[in-house]
C-alpha cells in the first residue's frame, strides 16, 4: 500500500467530512465539493493558507503540538483520530513490533473460561488466541484469520453472520484505524489494506479515514450451528503485549441467546468428545432485538 502522504491524505478526508454548517460558517452558496475549503481549515485553525495548503501537499511534514490541537478543533476530530493524526506525524519514521505470541498464562486464563467466549486479537484485528467457546462462536471466521478479511472478502458468509454487517463493515475498518496506527509504522497493517484493497466497500470505507475505538459494545450474530445471538462484549488490552486485545463476550441472563450459547458450549463439547455438533434448526420465533457496531 501506498503510505505517501498519509497526513495530506488524512486531512483531505477529514476536511471533506465536516459540513460548514457542522464548522459554525455560512452555508448558503452551493459547493462542487464536499466539506470546507482548505482555506476555511486554514482560518479555523488559525494558520496561513498557504501553510495548510503544504500539509496537505506533504511539504509541511512536522507539523508542532500546537499546530496538530488546532486543526483537530477545526476538523471536528475525536480523541482516536486526533491520537491518530500525531501518530501519523510522531511515528511515520518508527516502525512498530509486530504482534508478540499471546503469554501462556493468558491462554491458561481464557481456557478456565469454559461458559464465556474470549478472543485474543492482535492490532490488525488477526484472531492470535481463543478458548474452545470463542473459537465455537467464531467458527466461521477462523480460515481467515482476522475479522476484517472475512468481512470484506466472504461477504456472502459474513453477511449472514453478521446480522448488521454494514455497521459491524464500517467500526471495524474504523477501529483498525485506531489500534493499528498508521500504515507507515505498522507492515502487517499496510499487507493487509493492500490484501483487502481488493474490495470496493472495503476501499471506499478506508479512505474516509474515520478512526474509532472502543472498549464496549453489542454484537447481533446468526451462527450456523444454533442461529441468532445478541452478546455484549467488553475489550480489554493484555498488559505487557503492546497492540494485543481481549475481547469476552456474554448474554443476557434468562435471554434466548444465553440459551443458544448453552447449546453451542454443548455442541464444543461433543465435538471434543467426538459426539458431533446438532444442527441448527431454524424457528419461527422472533430474532433477540439488540444495537450492533
Not at 453472520?161 to 499496510?190: C, K, N, Q, S
Not at 455484549?232 to 448474554?251: E, P, T
Amino acid at each position: 500500500m501506498d503510505s505517501v502522504n498519509q497526513l495530506g491524505r488524512f486531512l483531505r478526508a477529514r476536511r471533506a467530512a465536516v459540513s460548514p454548517r457542522e464548522a459554525g460558517l455560512p452555508d448558503d452558496a452551493p459547493r462542487r465539493t464536499p466539506g470546507l475549503k482548505q482555506e476555511e481549515v486554514a482560518r479555523l485553525a488559525g494558520l496561513s493558507e498557504g501553510y495548510y495548503a503544504r500539509l496537505e501537499q506533504d511539504r509541511e511534514k512536522y507539523p508542532s503540538d500546537q499546530v496538530l490541537q488546532a486543526l483537530a478543533r477545526a476538523l471536528r476530530l475525536n480523541p482516536d483520530a486526533a491520537r491518530y493524526m500525531r501518530g501519523l506525524v510522531r511515528d511515520q519514521d518508527r516502525p512498530t513490533p509486530p504482534d508478540a505470541e499471546v503469554a501462556t498464562h493468558v491462554r491458561r486464563l481464557i481456557d478456565a473460561w469454559d461458559a464465556t467466549p474470549a478472543l485474543v486479537l492482535g492490532s490488525c484485528l488477526d484472531v492470535l488466541a481463543g478458548n474452545a467457546l470463542g473459537r465455537a462462536l467464531y467458527a466461521p471466521v477462523l480460515p481467515y484469520g482476522n475479522l476484517v478479511r472475512f468481512t470484506f472478502l466472504d461477504q456472502a458468509a459474513a453477511r449472514v453472520f453478521y446480522r448488521d454487517w454494514r455497521l459491524i463493515a464500517e467500526a471495524g475498518v474504523a477501529w483498525l484505524r485506531a489500534t493499528a496506527g498508521p500504515p507507515a509504522a505498522r507492515p502487517r497493517l499496510a499487507e493487509l489494506v493492500e490484501e483487502l484493497s481488493t474490495d470496493a466497500e472495503f476501499r471506499r470505507l478506508w479512505s474516509r479515514f474515520d478512526v474509532r475505538d472502543k472498549a464496549s459494545d453489542v454484537k447481533r450474530l446468526c451462527h450456523p450451528l444454533v442461529g441468532d445471538l445478541t452478546l455484549n462484549y467488553q475489550i480489554f488490552d493484555v498488559d505487557g503485549a503492546s497492540g494485543q486485545h481481549l475481547f469476552i463476550y456474554q448474554a443476557e441472563p434468562g435471554s434466548p441467546s444465553e440459551r443458544a450459547l448453552l447449546r453451542l458450549r454443548e455442541s464444543a463439547d461433543a465435538e471434543r468428545t467426538g459426539a458431533g455438533p446438532e444442527p441448527h434448526r431454524p424457528r419461527s420465533a422472533s430474532r433477540d432485538s439488540g444495537n450492533s457496531l
